[in-house]
């Protein structure tokens, strides 16, 4: 069975602070990867994708970046966080036959810039 | 606009009794995922359809794309089915993109 495991599951950081959050994938070859944000109260938006290793493309732009140093790993940072990156972030996977197959997603990193 | 437009915003039902979840979507969508997120953030996943009607317990999920709609029904609330229900859509192409819509906030009261 695939678990997919993030980390850390919560963070409090300070304004101007670095930030990388982590999320591995186990018992899936060649996953679909994905990183999603939340805000309080909010809906999901779509950040990150990525379909193999060294390979990463953004949806959309929020000062935040991605990499796939592994076939089983997607992390996301930043080198100065904002107010605005607090919230809800979840790393999600795909099975690697297209673009529309099922997502699951994993528990979720929550943070707090302040 | 919004791709994936989800109604009602909140829903309150009684102990046993059910009510219907809805997404439009505003163009062509391959398939659509509905998720449950409970209070701890997690969400789970309940359906996924490229088409159709599925049914798990006391919950059925239809999805027509022709029509571009689809919907959740519950039946029979339990007060464990309350939480923040999201509809969303693959709408294909390279872009790997799943759309959310704004979710639905069910509160079940005994």
């Known amino acids: 069975a695939q678990t997919i495991h993030q980390w850390p599951v919560a963070e409090i950081k300070a304004v101007g602070s670095p930030l990388s959050l982590g999320c591995t994938i186990k018992?899936?070859?060649?996953?679909?990867l994905y990183w999603y944000w939340q805000a309080t109260g909010g809906t999901l938006q779509q950040l990150f994708y990525?379909?193999?290793?060294?390979?990463v493309e953004s949806v959309v732009q929020l000062n935040l970046s991605a990499s796939r140093p592994k076939d089983d790993q997607f992390i996301l940072s930043t080198e100065k966080l904002l107010l605005s990156h607090s919230g809800f972030y979840l790393c999600a996977w795909s099975p690697p036959k297209g673009w529309d197959t099922e997502v699951f997603f994993g528990k979720g990193t929550r943070l707090t810039v302040v | 606009g919004d791709q994936v437009e989800q109604s009602p915003s909140a829903l309150s039902l009684h102990e046993g009794t059910g009510s219907a979840l809805r997404c439009n979507f505003t163009?062509?969508?391959?398939?659509v995922q509905w998720f449950q997120q409970n209070s701890r953030g997690s969400l789970i996943n309940l359906f996924y359809?490229?088409?159709g009607t599925k049914e798990n317990g006391r919950l059925k999920s239809t999805f027509n794309s022709k029509e571009s709609y689809s919907t959740l029904h519950i039946r029979d609330a339990q007060l464990e089915d309350s939480g923040t229900y999201f509809c969303a859509a693959h709408s294909g192409g390279s872009n790997y993109k799943l759309t959310f819509g704004k979710g639905t906030l069910l509160t079940v009261t005994p």
């Open positions: 359809l490229a088409s």
């Open positions: 018992g899936k070859s060649s996953p679909n």
């Open positions: 163009t062509t969508m391959r398939a």
């Open positions: 990525s379909i193999t290793v060294g390979q």
